[in-house]
């Protein structure tokens, strides 16, 4: 039996043990474990028609690259986010995150996970959580990337790195900057480990805004060796809307 196989039968028993709980009202959650209940997680907007270059999404008769991507290719090759950040997801996301909801942390990363079976992706050799500043870290308790990342790794059997890169200095938060400010923000911000770096990689965090963290992650990674970087996330932002929901 191979680990994703134990993993299902171990959600299974999991389900019939403790019947999953919805996150948002509280009434029973869908088989065979997820604390999510159908109607509610119905409400969630769909990230269906979407830049495959960098999720951002699109009208839905239009194919290929988003205008910018053409305009100018992004250092990472693909990004997918199953869900737009809006109501409810923007708030699921703001819990998670900022109230330590790991519970919803976990929900999410299911969610993921099953969005990224669905569409076959290219599975990478190693799944890199978005590092967080030391100080940041102390203050949240947690690495919301890394929360999301280990929840995916298990289910699609891929391994988690977190000593391929660092954050080397502590930024500004990138919520409520202005796309020019974000790239500013985070230049030079992350150092490769002397640890050799598979070929292809997948970034993962919670939102992908302007893009401009994964960006300079992902040229940091290929510097150091990376041949092909992916981001996954669970919700893609408008440019109107930061990390937080707020409009700016």
């Known amino acids: 039996m191979t680990r994703l196989q134990v993993h299902n039968c171990l959600r299974t028993v999991q389900g019939w043990l403790l019947p999953p709980t919805c996150i948002r009202c509280g009434s029973s959650g869908r088989a065979p474990a997820v604390d999510l209940c159908a109607d509610c997680e119905s409400e969630f907007a769909l990230n269906a028609a979407a830049c495959p270059a960098c999720a951002v999404s699109l009208p839905s008769n239009m194919d290929g690259a ?13 990004a997918v986010a199953p869900y737009r950040y809006e109501y409810p997801v923007d708030r699921l996301v703001w819990r998670f995150k900022y109230e330590g909801r790991l ?22 050799d190693a799944l890199i959580p978005v590092p967080l500043a030391l100080a940041k870290l102390r203050e949240r308790g947690f690495n919301q990337a890394l929360e999301l990342a280990r929840p995916v790794a298990r289910a ?15 930024t500004e938060d990138q919520a409520g900057l202005a796309a020019r400010e974000r790239r500013r923000n985070v230049r030079g911000a992350f150092a490769a480990s002397d640890q050799a770096v598979p070929r292809h990689v997948a970034l993962i965090d919670d939102v992908l805004t302007t893009g401009s963290t994964c960006e300079e992650l992902a040229r940091e990674l290929k510097r150091a060796g990376a041949v092909r970087v992916d981001v996954w996330v669970i919700a893609r932002a408008n440019a109107r809307t930061d990390s937080r929901g707020r409009g700016r």
């Open 66 to 78: 988003c205008a910018a991507c053409r305009r100018r290719p992004r250092p990472f090759d693909s």
């Open 156 to 170: 699609l059997s891929i391994p988690v790195r977190t000593d391929l890169c660092t954050r080397v200095r502590l």
């Open 103 to 124: 519970e919803i942390g976990r929900v999410l990363a299911e969610l993921l996970a099953g969005a990224l079976a669905a569409r076959r992706v290219m599975k990478p």
